[in-house]
């Protein structure tokens, strides 16, 4: 298994009410799928901690850990001089257990949906995962097929040795949305990940599939499993299997998003995605 260090590659803007001629329209209704992250020790399990993440203004976020607010600005950028200004670094000195706070807006180019990568240092672990937030359709569609296309990104570690052992992956995925029957079936390909020696992008070979989609509502769930040629490329003698779980976001359900928990015998794995319907010409 080679050491692959996780690089974030999904690809919005906070959703804002509009005010023209003195009227104001109403806002739409959140919704906020909270955080699931892996709790990272001398083994991984689900993290149980609450974690929200609210874009105040550009620059200007507001971090919410076990109930305790933290707030970012632009002096807690990354990178103050580069173009991402979603991404933040904070130490934390307070009588809470929590060292310090990463964070990333992974889908900058949406408008419905936001998908933040959150990383939490504590004391004695660490915790990453993602917290998702967005505007709840006031309408599904009902009697269509659609293709959403988009991006997927996450790591795997090591069960009994989570920080010496890791790979990232990122990729494509393509789903067909069947809002007549609701399903959804689709696959992950394209798929990359990051060598931190190299410091370039690894192309893999393979992919996963995407099955047994069902549609609740506005909610989904599906199962993604990997195929046996992206196991071998990523050194798996098992594939990686789990459920895909979000929403639909957006005017009319434009937007997908949702986190994948993935596992064999030997890794746990944890990602984002979200996707966008495709319009015919």
Excluded at 34 to 51: C, F, H, P, V, W
Excluded at 128 to 142: A, E, F
Excluded at 147 to 156: A, I, K
Excluded at 269 to 279: H, P, Q, S
């Amino acid at each position: 298994m080679k050491n692959f260090i996780l690089k974030s590659g999904l690809v919005s803007l906070a959703a804002i009410t509009l005010v023209a001629s003195g009227t104001t329209t109403t806002a739409p209704e959140k919704i906020n799928l909270g955080y699931t992250g892996l709790l990272l020790t001398d083994k991984i399990s689900i993290s149980s901690t609450k974690a929200n993440v609210v874009k105040i203004a550009e620059s200007e976020v507001e971090v919410t850990i076990s109930d305790k607010k933290y707030k970012f600005d632009k002096t807690d950028l990354e990178n103050p001089d580069g173009n991402n200004k979603n991404r933040f670094r904070k130490k934390i000195d307070d009588d809470s257990d929590v060292d310090d706070i990463y964070i990333d807006l992974l889908n900058r180019h949406h408008k419905g949906v936001q998908i933040w990568y959150v990383g939490i240092g504590h004391d004695d672990n660490y915790e990453q995962g993602y917290v998702i937030n967005g505007d709840k359709p006031v309408k599904m569609p009902t009697d269509i097929v659609a293709t959403y296309e988009g991006r997927l990104s996450g790591s795997m570690r090591n069960k009994t040795n989570p920080f010496n052992d890791q790979s990232s992956f990122y990729g494509d995925i393509e789903l067909e949305v069947d809002f007549n029957n609701n399903s959804i079936a689709g696959s992950f390909y394209d798929v990359k990940t990051w060598d931190n020696d190299q410091q370039e992008d690894i192309i893999l070979d393979g992919g996963a599939d995407i099955t047994s989609g069902v549609i609740a509502g506005d909610k989904f769930t599906a199962t993604i499993t990997t195929d046996e040629t992206l196991n071998t490329s990523m050194g798996l003698t098992q594939s990686l299997s789990g459920e895909m779980s979000g929403g639909f976001y957006g005017y009319y359900g434009t937007e997908m998003a949702g986190i994948a928990v993935l596992e064999n015998d030997k890794y746990s794995g944890l990602a984002g995605f979200d996707a966008n319907k495709e319009f015919k010409k």
